[in-house]
């Protein structure tokens, strides 16, 4: 079965620039999230879906970031003007609601550096 | 609210020997409690996890037990292998949501 599937893998821009990253979560899962890691900061949740509507975008760092899913197997995180400070892996997970204890699925992450 | 603390690595263990990382929890209510395993450049994958009180997990030789009255799910593995070096992040599920809540992560260096 095919897993969570991010791209680009990798993406170098200059600051100012738009950048869109992308994410297909796995199909019948009907949780998304967004999270961002660095190094000083770890692993941080940006923002997450559930049934393609957000629930929470309280981890979203300004303005300059927005998320969106507009159908169940397709969403984007976006950051415009991009800046240096946002340069970190990123990664899209997805999850099936049904049950207790079901885990996140990650994808492999999208390496994103702002010169 | 919900937090997750790990003991602070990097853990720098020989081939062979003995695995602890320890992990303890607050929440409300009865989370779910999970291991992830981090490998260089990629994603985090599910290691093991555990829904109730007493519970173990185990998975490639890794184990944890829920442990309600210490409030802890430390990892163990009797053997580590050059393989298993990684970072590991103990979670919980938040009560509503689907949400995890992540420790620190543990860094795990095995020499041969």
């Known amino acids: 079965d095919a897993g969570v599937i991010q791209s680009p893998r990798h993406e170098v821009t200059e600051m100012g620039q738009e950048v869109t990253l992308r994410c297909k979560p796995i199909?019948?899962?009907?949780?998304l999230f967004w999270y961002r890691q660095t190094m000083m900061r770890g692993l941080e949740l940006l923002i997450y879906?559930?049934?393609?509507?957000?629930?929470?975008d309280s981890g979203m760092p300004e303005d300059r970031f927005s998320a969106k899913m507009p159908n169940a197997s397709f969403s984007t995180l976006k950051i415009q003007p991009s800046e240096p400070r946002d340069s970190a892996v990123y990664f899209c997970?997805?999850?099936?609601?049904?049950?207790?204890?079901?885990?996140?699925?990650f994808g492999d992450g999208t390496r994103l550096s702002i010169l | 609210g919900d937090s997750v603390t790990q003991m602070e690595g990097p853990v720098t263990l020989s081939e062979e020997a003995f695995l602890t990382i320890n992990c303890t929890y607050t929440?409300?209510?009865?989370?779910?409690l999970f291991w992830y395993v981090q490998y260089p450049g990629e994603g985090l994958q599910l290691l093991l996890k555990?829904?109730?009180?007493?519970d173990k997990g185990s998975n490639k030789g890794f184990e944890a037990t829920y442990r309600k009255e210490t409030t802890s799910f430390h990892l163990e593995k009797g053997s580590v292998q050059v393989s298993d070096s990684a970072v590991y992040f103990c979670?919980?599920?938040?009560?509503?949501?689907?949400?995890?809540?992540f420790g620190a992560g543990t860094i795990l260096r095995v020499k041969s």
């Open positions: 555990a829904t109730k009180a007493d």
């Open positions: 929440a409300t209510g009865y989370p779910s």
């Open positions: 879906f559930n049934n393609n509507v957000p629930i929470d």
């Open positions: 199909s019948g899962h009907d949780y």
């Open positions: 979670a919980l599920s938040a009560e509503y949501g689907n949400k995890l809540v």
């Open positions: 997970a997805s999850s099936w609601s049904s049950g207790d204890g079901q885990p996140q699925h």
